[in-house]
């Protein structure tokens, strides 16, 4: 990745994207936003202007090492936890439960966001090996330089995304505009209009991937996370090459990680109730709304069985054909 700008040609290359920014923004389909003013379509994809900018610098400047992990998900469907189960699994050996890093560290700390990026672009050649990334860009907006690299990815329920989504927007969105209402909301994501979305077609995006693919893409439910957490422990491992022996069964440090990462530990420790977590250098969040219930099916207090079967039949028809089913949660 490029360091800084400085040489002509960067700078000359920066302009270039500045420039075809500039162009796409005028001519791009555009909506309202839930937390920005506008979020603009392209290649499919709703994104904010910010974080299309972000997406065109990582096609100039993003270079890929065959090592990287990138963990990638659709907004609100367990990125936090998922952050935090592949980095205390990958790590296990460098700490231990009573004195760890996530004991002082929000999960996502621990992974360099890819879709948050501006000029000049990190340098992450000092980054440890392997270096982790995260991204919320659906797999067809990513370089071609990352198909050899690791995936891993959760989706979610869509009736769980849309409330906790819902829910986390109203919270990071301007208190100069009026909250977005559920029914705005509802119509908003039924349409695919959502930050990163249509919601359905990211999920495929990864899913198609990783038919083609399995060595290279893990893909994940939160509803099996919740499930069987030392099941998706012990796949985490594996996938990354480092798969769990029969001594660390018997000592249960599959138990041990999935405790430490489980919402109760987390949401409950002093770093993640207090102060920001900065993504790039473009956006801010303060760390307790990564932290809301944590369970699966919360949609049955908000939405109205009309809407239920709206989404439902959104998905179903979406989903045809794909050999992608979501766990029934209600
Ligand atoms: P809810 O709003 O439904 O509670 P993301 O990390 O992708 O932003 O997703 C946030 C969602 O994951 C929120 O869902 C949050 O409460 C939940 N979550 C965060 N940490 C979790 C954990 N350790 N276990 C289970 N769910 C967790």
Redo the contacts with the bound molecule.
């Keep these: 990745m490029s360091n800084a700008p400085g040489t002509t040609e960067e700078d000359a290359e920066y302009k270039k994207i500045c420039e075809n920014h500039k162009h796409l923004i005028e001519t791009l389909p555009k909506c309202n936003g839930w937390w920005t003013p506008h979020l603009h379509n392209y290649n499919g994809f709703w994104l904010t202007p910010d974080i299309l900018k972000a997406n065109l610098l990582l096609h100039t400047y993003f270079k890929s090492h065959p090592t990287d992990i990138f963990l990638a ?12 189960l592949v980095f205390s699994t990958l790590n296990r050996d460098s700490y231990t439960f009573s004195d760890h890093y996530l004991h002082k560290h929000n ?1 996502h700390s621990a992974f360099s966001p890819l879709d948050a990026e501006t000029y000049p672009i990190t340098d992450f050649t000092n980054s440890l090996t392997p270096r982790l990334f995260s991204t919320h860009f659906a797999r067809t907006m990513l370089p071609a330089c990352m198909s050899s690299c690791k995936f891993v990815y ?1 989706c ?1 329920d869509p009736k ?2 849309l ?3 819902w ?2 927007m109203n919270k990071i969105r301007s208190k100069d505009v009026p909250p977005l209402s559920l029914d705005e909301a509802f119509e908003l994501f039924c349409l695919g209009v959502s930050d990163y979305g249509p919601f359905w077609e990211q999920v495929l995006s990864y899913w198609r991937a990783s038919l083609e693919y399995p060595d290279k893409i893990l893909f994940l439910k ?1 509803e099996d ?2 499930k069987e957490p030392e099941v998706v422990v012990r796949k985490l491992a594996a996938f990354v090459g480092k798969p769990v022996t029969v001594e660390e069964e018997e000592k249960g440090v599959v138990r041990e990680i999935v405790k430490l ?7 409950n420790l002093e770093v993640n109730k207090e102060g920001f977590e900065k993504f790039g250098r473009l956006v801010n969040i303060e760390k307790r709304e ?6 699966i099916g ?1 949609w049955k207090n908000y939405l109205t069985k009309e809407m239920k079967e709206r989404i439902d039949g959104i998905t179903a028809q979406k989903f045809k054909g794909s050999g992608l089913v979501f766990t029934a949660t209600g």
């Design positions: 998900s659709f907004m609100k469907s367990g990125t936090t936890w998922l952050k935090a999960p959760v979610r769980d995304v409330i906790s989504l829910h986390f939160y996370m919740k990462c489980s919402f109760e530990n987390l949401s990564f932290f809301r219930k944590g369970v919360d």
